[in-house]
């Protein structure tokens, strides 16, 4: 898998649309898996607000979320948002950040993608 340099990818619900929430969450596991399975990737994939859910180790995306982690992209996810949800210890892949730090990525990227 190749990074794609200065790209971000942001998460920041659990849910791919409006409309249906369990419509929502089988979009965002189909969305992921098939990222997973793709021959380019942002370098940088932040979750924050809701999509931080997706990085706890019982989430339907974790597996495919280790594989991006595993190829080297940079996972990040907000902390305040991990607290809020009170699953930071539960998070599982990528590590806790700040805002401070997610400002700088998207500051310093040339693309920034969400789904």
Same mark, same amino acid.
């Given at each position: 898998?190749? &990074?794609? /340099?200065n790209?971000?990818? &942001?998460? #920041?619900?659990?849910?791919?649309?409006?409309?249906?929430?369990?419509?929502?969450?089988?979009?965002? =596991?189909?969305?992921?898996?098939? &990222?997973? /399975?793709?021959? /380019? %990737?942002? /370098? #940088?994939?932040?979750?924050?607000?809701s999509? @931080? =859910?997706? #990085?706890?180790?019982?989430?339907?995306?974790?597996?495919?979320?280790?594989?991006?982690?595993?190829?080297?992209?940079?996972?990040?996810?907000?902390? #305040?948002? +991990?607290?809020?949800?009170? %699953?930071?210890? =539960? @998070?599982?892949?990528g =590590?806790?950040?700040?805002?401070?730090? %997610?400002?700088?990525?998207?500051?310093? +990227?040339?693309?920034?993608?969400?789904?």
């Amino acid at each position: 898998m190749k &990074l794609k /340099e200065n790209e971000v990818l &942001l998460f #920041t619900s659990d849910k791919l649309g409006e409309g249906e929430n369990e419509l929502g969450e089988i979009l965002m =596991k189909s969305f992921i898996h098939v &990222l997973s /399975e793709s021959s /380019e %990737i942002a /370098e #940088t994939v932040i979750f924050y607000n809701s999509g @931080v =859910k997706l #990085t706890v180790n019982d989430s339907p995306s974790y597996e495919d979320l280790k594989m991006l982690e595993n190829s080297g992209a940079e996972l990040l996810i907000c902390g #305040t948002c +991990a607290d809020y949800y009170d %699953i930071k210890e =539960k @998070v599982s892949v990528g =590590k806790i950040s700040n805002m401070r730090v %997610i400002v700088q990525k998207l500051q310093e +990227a040339k693309k920034v993608l969400k789904p």
